[in-house]
């Protein structure tokens, strides 16, 4: 009996031996989304989202004493409703929402997607049967870009967006309890030794973790000696590696199809361009040699006068 169970052992660990060489980083990749809940998103793992969050924000009436977890799955009223899941759904101690999403691809309505979001910790704060006399608690949505927004392409330097409502003639911020702040990743090219705040620090472990191969002695603080020993991959078990493994699997796999269907559009783009060019150049041929016929005519008449 113990050598079937020792057999069984010795396989699972070659099994897994097997498992973490198919991927070379030693630390998780936070811009997929098993790492950014893996990181931020477990229990064992609270104080690395609270420190990331004060550090976001800088509230005026205090830093976030403490944080509980709230479903990520959202339900419309209505069954015909659209439902949303979120990255990473929470409140603070004084029943504020913070929505966090992570977006590694660009998507068009990645706007429309976040004001989306933040329709449902508003609605859910309504109480049964008392009508508008009571007061909403702030809502937060954090979006982490691995993409630059269209319009943001003209500042290269502007990579965090902080947006309220607000008067358009006096710019003044009209209701403050629903605020977006959207983080363009690729244009924070700070490297290590340029880092200035506890902030940048967490811009760029977020952005090179996965690349690097130890932590960096700048990054020698409690908060990010915890983040680095959780994104370990070796420490993953076999079932959370098989679902990061599965993860890249699938982006790799959409990327392909992307990359297929882009080459595919630029062959046929390229051949109806030349198609184009050939027949407009037999064109332009032909005007240019009815125009220089029409001049020989012309020669032709005067020289017989």
């Known amino acids: 009996m113990n050598s079937k169970k020792s057999q069984k052992n010795t396989q699972e660990k070659k099994n897994k031996k097997m498992f973490f060489d198919t991927i070379y980083d030693k630390y998780i990749d936070p811009f997929s989304d098993f790492g950014f809940k893996k990181l931020f998103g477990e229990e064992c793992n609270k104080d690395l989202l609270l420190d990331f969050l004060n550090e976001l924000l800088h509230k005026e009436e205090g830093r976030i004493v403490s944080i509980s977890y709230l479903k990520t799955e959202q339900l419309g009223f209505?069954?015909?409703?659209?439902?949303?899941?979120?990255?990473?759904?929470?409140?603070n101690e004084k029943g504020e929402k913070f929505i966090v999403e992570l977006q590694k691809a660009s998507q068009k309505f990645f706007k429309d997607r976040a004001?989306?979001?933040?329709?449902?910790?508003?609605?859910?704060q309504a109480p049964k049967n008392k009508g508008w006399n009571f007061e909403l608690k702030a809502v937060y949505v954090v979006a982490i870009l691995n993409f630059v927004f269209e319009e943001g392409k003209s500042d290269p330097l502007k990579y965090r967006y902080d947006v309220m409502l607000t008067d358009i003639e006096?710019?003044?911020?009209?209701?403050?309890k629903l605020t977006f702040i959207y983080l363009e990743m690729p244009k924070?090219?700070?490297d290590v030794d340029e880092l200035a705040t506890h902030f940048e620090k967490w811009l760029y472990v977020l952005k090179n973790l996965s690349s690097l191969e130890n932590i960096p002695s700048r990054l020698r603080e409690h908060i990010f000696e915890k983040m680095f020993a959780a994104a370990?991959?070796?420490k993953l078990s076999q079932e959370e590696y098989l679902e990061y493994l599965n993860y890249w699997n699938v982006y790799r796999d959409w990327e392909n199809c992307v990359d297929t269907a882009r080459e595919e559009g630029e062959t046929k783009g390229l051949a109806k361009g030349l198609a184009k060019g050939r027949a407009e150049g037999r064109a332009e041929g032909e005007h240019e040699r009815l125009k220089l016929q029409q001049e020989i005519d012309q020669l032709k008449q005067l020289l017989k006068k």
């Open 232 to 234: 370990e991959v070796a």
């Open 188 to 190: 924070f090219t700070k």
């Open 170 to 176: 006096t710019h003044k911020i009209f209701y403050d």
């Open 115 to 124: 004001l989306f979001y933040s329709t449902f910790p508003i609605t859910q």
């Open 78 to 91: 209505v069954k015909e409703a659209r439902s949303a899941v979120f990255d990473i759904f929470c409140e």
